[in-house]
C-alpha cells in the first residue's frame, strides 16, 4: 500500500496541475470548435481551392504525431520571431490537431442533413454562410454530438502533452511526486483519478445532452 500522506505533501502541485490541464483543455476545445466548423465548411466548399485547402488541413494534422506538431509550436515558432509561451503552444497545438477530427466528425454531420435545405435556404435570399450559420449547423451539431464528445474528452487527456513543453499539468505533476516520494504507482493512480474528476463528468454531460435532443426531436 502506498502511503497517502506524502501525497497530501504535495497537495497543491496537484491542484496546480488540475488546473492547469483544465484550463489548456478548455480554451483548446474552443479553439478547436472554431477550427473544426471553418475546415469543415471548407472541406464542403464548391469552391475547388477552398476544398483542397481544407482537405489538406485534415489529411496533414490528423496523420502526423501530436507531440512533433505541439514542439513545432512551441519551439518552431519562436524561431521565426513569434515569440509565444509554452502554454499558449501547447494550447495551439491541442486545437489544431483535435480541430482536424473535429472537421471530419462536422462534416458527416452536415452531410446527413438533407439537400433541400440547403437549397431551401439559399432560394430564400440566404448566402451560402448565413445558410450554413442558421440553417445546416445547427442540425449538424445535433446529430454528431456523440462523436464530438468523444473527441472532448480525448483533448483532455492528449493535454499531457504540456509536461513535455511546458510543464505545469497534471502528468507534469506526477513526474514530479512520484521521482521525489517514489511512490509511483499511488502516484500515477491518483493522477489518473484527477484525470477521471474531469472527462466523467464531460461523457455524462454530452449523453445527457443527446438524450435531451432526442427527445426534443
Given at each position: 500500500m502506498g502511503d497517502f500522506s506524502l501525497l497530501a505533501a504535495y497537495k497543491q502541485e496537484f491542484i496546480d496541475g488540475f488546473l492547469t490541464t483544465l484550463s489548456a483543455s478548455l480554451l483548446a476545445l474552443v479553439l478547436s470548435l472554431c477550427v473544426g466548423t471553418i475546415i469543415a465548411c471548407l472541406r464542403l466548399s464548391q469552391v475547388q481551392l477552398l476544398e483542397w485547402i481544407g482537405t489538406a488541413y485534415v489529411?496533414?494534422?490528423?496523420?502526423?504525431?501530436?507531440?512533433?506538431?505541439?514542439?513545432?509550436?512551441a519551439m518552431g515558432l519562436p524561431s521565426l520571431g513569434w515569440n509565444?509561451?509554452?502554454?499558449?503552444?501547447?494550447?495551439?497545438?491541442?486545437?489544431?490537431?483535435?480541430?482536424?477530427?473535429?472537421?471530419e466528425a462536422l462534416r458527416a454531420g452536415i452531410q446527413s442533413v438533407p439537400r433541400g435545405q440547403m437549397e431551401a435556404s439559399r432560394s430564400s435570399g440566404m448566402t451560402y454562410i448565413q445558410s450554413m450559420r442558421y440553417v445546416i449547423l445547427p442540425q449538424a451539431f445535433k446529430i454528431v454530438i456523440p462523436p464530438l464528445g468523444n473527441q472532448c474528452v480525448n483533448l483532455v487527456k492528449n493535454s499531457s502533452v504540456l509536461a513535455i513543453i511546458a510543464g505545469g499539468d497534471l502528468l507534469y505533476a506526477a513526474d514530479t511526486v512520484s521521482s521525489q516520494t517514489f511512490q509511483i504507482n499511488l502516484t500515477y493512480l491518483f493522477v489518473a483519478a484527477l484525470y477521471l474528476v474531469i472527462t466523467l463528468p464531460l461523457s455524462f454531460g454530452v449523453n445527457q445532452l443527446e438524450r435531451r435532443l432526442a427527445r426534443q426531436s
Open positions: 489529411e496533414f494534422f490528423r496523420n502526423t504525431p501530436l507531440v512533433i506538431q505541439v514542439f513545432f509550436f509565444i509561451s509554452e502554454f499558449t503552444a501547447g494550447a495551439i497545438g491541442l486545437s489544431i490537431y483535435t480541430g482536424a477530427f473535429i472537421a
